[in-house]
């Protein structure tokens, strides 16, 4: 299980490495939420795969998961998509004022 | 529980929401909020500084959660030192914006408060966590201040500045998931007691979240790799937005001096001092860089620019010092080149405004109204910002140089400072005296380029803050010796990190 979870942050965060260093807009922000996935689930494995415990302290728990991690990445997902969103809007924004969707947009000085 | 510390943030945010919800009011009702708000802040950015400024250190737990359990917040020195030269910065920046920025775009007094918000809370906060929180409060404000206005180039440079602060945070974030992975702990004052009891097992783990921590303040910094998003980015946007930057740099100036001398400083056992053999070269590096970039620069805006990067570079050659009087005379620098350049900033922009379409360009135009006026403006802001006596930019780099005898660096730093200081000098004379000295007489006759030009009077609206900025700065030069003296018990108290640990620690004992 762990050496899935970190093969798949792995591979998200390599791809979005490689899609942030494209010439266009659109990849690039695809690459921005790659990574962003890939740290959002770095985050949340912080607090170690734990399965069927609880976050809360109760009676019967026999061991806990913990709870920072879960709030800490709840905290970085909300961050996140509100970085995305704004960067979707300015990347629009940067096609129609500049004609083409380059991440230079070709043809300004 | 002394709630003086929490209002420095409160009072931005109340007054941004408080704003949004005044969205369809006038612009002077607006104005007028945000003028009282930016005074008011002033007045408890003083109070605080006040109250920390004989050594305490006030520690706000909120919702009384104590550490390191909860969230805190801690005003010590530094952090008031920086809470101050932020409110006085932005209430120019703000004054500045009044003269018609703020009508360009509907929603600029929101995102300045915002801004405000995110700067002070990036200060105060004692958990790193919270730190990347601010982080981004700040950078998203920031992004619609950097683009407020509009215009091809605007957005071309704000998609690279979004983009790679981006970037930014991603890295923030495995550095902080990393540190607590280990460690088990986010806020400052208990890492600092971890990281020093780091398992030999994972001491590569911390050492390379301490790295990325590095590269990330690096980048808000703008350290030599790092620096490449600024000089485009700040010299497309507008005057009083990119005067209100000249502090964000120093958030991450401010990061570094906090996260490398308590969590990664000399107490930090096997893990101390991590930054030494980095930090200077790569300030120096960046000094030499930026004064290549401001002989090179095409346009006034642009020069200004890279007057930033070379501020970061000789402010963290300060902190690079390890040192308390290196620390000392860089926190004496810091207030005096934050100024400075915020003041070129505003008066490039009042200079670019009256040459039509040259704008800001660095060639000989055609005589402006109240050239004279303006150029002697301008003298005195060059002399201030490259560091010629008398004023306080000289005194800053006197102690740095007097700092850094000791080190045995010392010829690299003394000559690269000097000599940075003498093409600075070089670079702003040649900008000045094609703008003033060889600008040609008008002919309007035949002249249809002259219509361009506007011929509007200063308006005391657009000088104020740049005379205020500059007096702020004459103010440090009178007021060195109690200045300096605050800033030498800063960097002792800087150093002492266990009373920081304690103060943090044993407030949330129950």
Redesign the interface.
């Known amino acids: 299980m762990e050496a899935l979870i970190s093969l798949l942050i792995g591979v998200l965060t390599a791809g979005?490495v490689y899609l942030?260093l494209r010439s266009h807009?659109f990849p690039?922000v695809l690459g921005?939420t790659l990574?962003?996935y890939?740290?959002?689930l770095?985050?949340f494995?912080?607090?170690?795969l734990v399965i069927g415990k609880p976050p809360i302290i109760s009676e019967s728990a026999t061991g806990y998961a913990d709870p920072?991690?879960q709030a800490?990445v709840l905290?970085?997902i909300v961050?996140?998509f509100?970085?995305t969103a704004?960067?979707i809007v300015?990347?629009l924004?940067?096609r129609t004022?500049?004609g083409n969707d380059h991440?230079?947009?070709k043809g300004?000085n | 529980m002394n709630h003086i510390v929490i209002a420095p943030l409160l009072l931005p945010l109340f007054t941004g929401i408080f704003l949004l919800l005044l969205r369809e009011q006038r612009i002077y009702v607006k104005r007028l909020i945000a003028g009282a708000s930016g005074i008011a802040l002033i007045t408890i950015a003083f109070k605080l500084l006040c109250q920390v400024s004989d050594g305490t250190i006030l520690v706000y737990a909120l919702s009384d959660w104590s550490a390191p359990y909860g969230i805190t917040l801690v005003a010590d020195r530094l952090a008031a030192w920086m809470v101050m030269t932020t409110s006085l910065l932005s209430i120019f920046a703000l004054i500045y914006a009044m003269h018609g920025t703020d009508r360009e775009g509907r929603h600029f007094h929101i995102m300045f408060q915002l801004q405000l918000f995110g700067l002070n809370g990036a200060f105060l906060t004692g958990d790193l966590f919270n730190l990347f929180v601010f982080f981004e409060v700040l950078l998203l404000a920031s992004y619609s201040l950097l683009l407020h206005g509009g215009g091809r180039k605007r957005i071309r440079s704000g998609l690279h500045f979004v983009v790679i602060n981006v970037v930014g945070s991603s890295l923030f974030l495995f550095a902080v998931g990393t540190l607590y992975g280990v460690l088990g702990t986010l806020n400052m004052a208990d890492l600092a007691i971890k990281v020093a009891a780091t398992p030999p097992e994972n001491l590569v783990l911390v050492h390379s979240a301490g790295m990325l921590l590095f590269a990330v303040f690096a980048l808000k910094a703008a350290l030599l790799p790092f620096y490449l998003w600024l000089p485009s980015a700040y010299s497309q946007t507008s005057a009083p937005s990119a005067a209100l930057f000249a502090i964000m740099t120093k958030v991450g100036a401010y990061s570094i001096l906090r996260i490398y001398t308590l969590i990664f400083g000399d107490h930090a056992g096997p893990l101390a001092n991590l930054l030494e053999g980095w930090l200077l070269p790569m300030a120096l590096l960046t000094i030499i860089i930026g004064t290549f970039g401001l002989l090179g620069s095409k346009r006034l805006r642009q020069q200004v620019s890279y007057l930033v990067v070379i501020s970061a570079g000789t402010l963290l050659t300060g902190f690079s010092l390890d040192s308390a009087a290196g620390i000392a005379a860089g926190l004496y620098y810091l207030p005096h080149t934050t100024f400075a350049t915020a003041a070129m900033f505003l008066l490039a922009d009042l200079i670019s405004k009256r040459r039509g379409l040259m704008e800001d360009r660095l060639d000989a135009g055609y005589v402006i109204t109240q050239q004279k006026f303006l150029g002697a403006v301008f003298f005195a802001l060059a002399i201030l910002a490259s560091g010629l006596p008398p004023l306080s930019g000289f005194l800053g780099k006197f102690m740095l140089l007097q700092a850094a005898l000791d080190h045995p660096a010392i010829v690299f730093i003394m000559g690269i400072v000097l000599l940075n200081g003498l093409l600075t000098v070089i670079g702003l004379a040649r900008s000045g005296s094609l703008m003033f000295y060889e600008a040609h007489a008008v002919d309007k006759s035949t002249n249809t380029y002259y219509s361009q030009v506007s011929p509007e009077p200063l308006n005391v609206r657009e000088l104020l803050p740049v005379f205020s900025l500059l007096g702020l700065c004459l103010a440090m030069t009178i007021g060195a010796g109690s200045l300096t003296e605050f800033t030498a018990k800063t960097a002792a108290q800087l150093l002492d990190t266990s009373a920081y640990i304690e103060a943090v620690l044993s407030k949330g004992a129950p």
């Open positions: 979005g942030c807009t690039v921005l990574l962003s890939a740290v959002n770095f985050l494995m912080m607090g170690r920072v991690p800490l905290t970085a961050i996140s509100a970085m704004f960067i300015l990347a924004k940067a004022e500049m991440v230079d947009g300004v």
